[in-house]
């Protein structure tokens, strides 16, 4: 077995395997490619290149995709209830 | 009516109401409300994949891209950097080169950071979007976003979520004539009386989240919606009798006693 990294996958550290790929993390995480975007040391990532690219120690993932929005404190989840006009 | 379609660089849309994604209970209900509203436009936030609880749906699976136009916004930026990356990020995730882009200038009343707006929209436009600005009821910012090339503009009638409905008809009036591109009236919307006003001032299309999403019956209203972007959209194109301080009657004197 290959010697473990750590790396940072949307913030969390992570422990993976040396010669994993962006591609492999992905499998392991169970998240489907199709709508996802993926950052690598802040770089956005095309998708063809998932499975080409190895991870290195320290490597920083952001992971991220599509979620119901359509003001902006909505999609924080912090929601601040409503102002009423009298 | 039924060619009566809204184009947007060269996109067809068969609604005039576009609709939010956010603050439903479940994505059940998100559904519902969008197919009670009619709406073919839906706004999506770009986010982190939640990946400790892989367990949770995404919201995607519910709404069939085939139906539904996928609009990401740059929802939560607050400086011309975080917009471009996030705008980036929706086109990685590979929906399309639409964005709604939103540069916000300040938490407490998320009025739009014009300035901020302009810088952003110059820089995604050189990178090929169609970029579709959350901005403010001002003519002359309008007409700069339209300057540089976007296909239409969204200026707000209200701060978002605030239900105060059209603050400033007479500069919404005055984008709507001034600016040639499509005015989609976004956020501050209410009930359904304000989306009717906004489509009879001559706005191309309405959007809203939280007037159906934080509504008691969100189904509902988003029905209620509908027929009132509806009925604005036909008053207008009917063209409304001019405003006078006395009456007119409506019954002949002719043949009275």
């Not at chain 1, 591609?23 to 490619?33: F, P, Q, Y």
């Not at chain 2, 400790?52 to 607050?78: M, Q």
């Not at chain 2, 105060?164 to 008809?169: A, D, E, F, K």
Request: overall charge neutral; glycine content about 10%.
């Amino acid at each position: 077995m290959a010697e473990a990294i750590q790396i940072q996958v949307n913030g969390e550290q992570r422990g993976c395997r040396a010669d994993a790929t962006v591609g492999d993390l992905l499998r392991e995480l169970a998240i489907k490619t199709e709508r996802v975007a993926v950052e690598l040391n802040l770089e956005i990532m095309d998708r063809k290149d998932f499975d080409h690219c190895s991870l290195k120690q320290g490597d920083r993932v952001e992971i991220l995709s599509f979620i119901g929005g359509g003001a902006p404190m909505d999609a924080q989840g912090k929601g601040r209830g409503f102002v009423h006009a009298e | 009516m039924q060619n009566d379609r809204l184009i947007i660089a060269g996109r067809e849309f068969t609604s005039r109401l576009w609709v939010g994604t956010g603050k439903y209970k479940g994505f059940a209900e998100t559904k519902k409300a969008i197919e009670a509203s009619g709406a073919d436009v839906v706004t999506v936030a770009v986010r982190r994949v939640n990946i400790t609880d892989r367990s949770k749906e995404n919201l995607l699976d519910y709404l069939d891209p085939k139906k539904y136009t996928i609009l990401p916004n740059t929802a939560g930026c607050y400086n011309v950097e975080d917009a471009v990356r996030y705008a980036r990020l929706a086109r990685a995730a590979g929906v399309s080169d639409l964005i709604k882009l939103e540069v916000l200038g300040d938490e407490r009343t998320l009025f739009p950071d014009t300035a901020g707006l302009i810088e952003a929209t110059k820089i995604l436009v050189k990178e090929g979007f169609i970029v579709l600005p959350y901005t403010n009821d001002d003519p002359i910012v309008a007409q700069k976003l339209v300057d540089i090339g976007c296909p239409a503009v969204m200026p707000l009638a209200a701060p978002i979520g605030s239900g105060l409905g059209v603050r400033n008809p007479y500069n919404l009036k005055i984008i709507m004539e001034m600016v040639k591109v499509p005015i989609i009236v976004d956020a501050g919307v209410g009930t359904a009386s304000d989306a009717a006003l906004a489509m009879e001032l001559g706005a191309d299309a309405v959007l809203m989240n939280t007037a159906i999403a934080g509504a008691q019956d969100p189904i509902a209203m988003a029905e209620a919606m509908k027929y009132a972007v509806y009925a604005g959209r036909l008053a207008y194109k009917a063209g409304r009798i001019p405003r006078k301080l006395y009456a007119t009657a409506s019954s002949p004197i002719e043949g009275m006693l």
